[in-house]
């Protein structure tokens, strides 16, 4: 049968799915942070199954990204569950991918698989639809907003060039009584150190964890996310600080 990549970030929730799916005869391909992407895209599956029902934003913008490779795009994408108006605006995006329910999942696959979209809608990325704003704005800067900065590059401030009325940046260890938290990482072993205290960080505030895009230093998004995960915490918003340092916005995983 057809090998499917599914998407979910729960692991425990998504463990039915993955039964119900090699009970009908497929491959599964699966991991909580989807750290495989560039092996998905070398290797690309059958088909998609993304799971709505947690994190839909993330879930969607996965799907942008695989519509917007050329390696995966004309693989079908199934989406699954979710709350009626997130899935609405969804399909508004990509009216040519399958929307079903876990019930109908098999069926659904089956002919999605048998029926690929012959021409692909390409959204744009949620980053690019609103590459137009500053990246104070991005980060959600508002007036009066007190940004705290953590280990930050040289000339970091040129990013924000143009903050509202009453904010202010002060460089700050712990981020403590901040508004929004920067905090950079330059290597490996300073994330994997910090971990417990972005926890404690992000449960005050918001948080943006920015790495440098070089990857040069053993960081990059997957495995950020994959960290995350294993402590509570997911990412909800990514942008592009600058040309050299991507950021995701964290927050405490709900239960």
């Known amino acids: 049968m057809?090998?499917?990549r599914v998407f979910h970030w729960n692991a425990?929730?998504?463990?039915?799915l993955l039964a119900l799916l090699r009970r009908a005869g497929h491959t599964v391909d699966y991991d909580v942070a989807f750290a495989a992407y560039r092996d998905t895209r070398a290797n690309p599956p059958t088909?998609?199954?993304i799971d709505l029902t947690r994190l839909p934003a993330s879930g969607r913008e996965v799907?942008?990204?695989l519509r917007g490779s050329k390696a995966t795009r004309t693989v079908p994408i199934v989406f699954l569950d979710g709350e009626a108006e997130k899935v609405a605006r969804i399909r508004q995006l990509m009216p040519d991918a399958v929307y079903t329910t876990r019930a109908n999942v098999a069926s659904a696959l089956k002919a999605a698989i048998a029926h690929p979209p012959?021409?692909?809608v390409v959204p744009i990325r949620m980053m690019d639809r609103f590459g137009h704003r500053s990246v104070v704005q991005k980060l959600g800067i508002g007036k009066g907003a007190l940004v705290a900065v953590i280990d930050p590059p040289p000339g970091y401030m040129n990013a924000l060039d143009a903050l509202p009325d009453g904010a202010q940046v002060i460089e700050d260890a712990?981020?403590?009584g901040a508004t929004i938290t920067l905090w950079f990482f330059h290597d490996l072993a300073a994330f994997h150190g910090s971990l417990r205290a972005l926890r404690t960080t992000a449960a005050?505030?918001?948080v943006w964890v920015l790495w440098r895009k070089n990857k040069r230093d053993g960081l990059d998004g997957n495995l950020i996310r994959r960290a995350l995960v294993e402590i509570g915490l997911v990412d909800y918003k990514i942008c592009a600080y600058d040309e050299a340092w991507s950021g995701m916005a964290i927050s405490i995983k709900k239960v």
Do not use: H, I, S
Not at 12 to 16: F, H, L, V
């Open 47 to 49: 088909a998609f199954v």
């Open 12 to 16: 425990k929730e998504a463990a039915p």
């Open 118 to 120: 012959a021409e692909p």
């Open 204 to 206: 005050g505030g918001r």
């Open 2 to 4: 057809a090998r499917v």
């Open 174 to 176: 712990t981020g403590a």
């Open 63 to 65: 799907a942008v990204a």
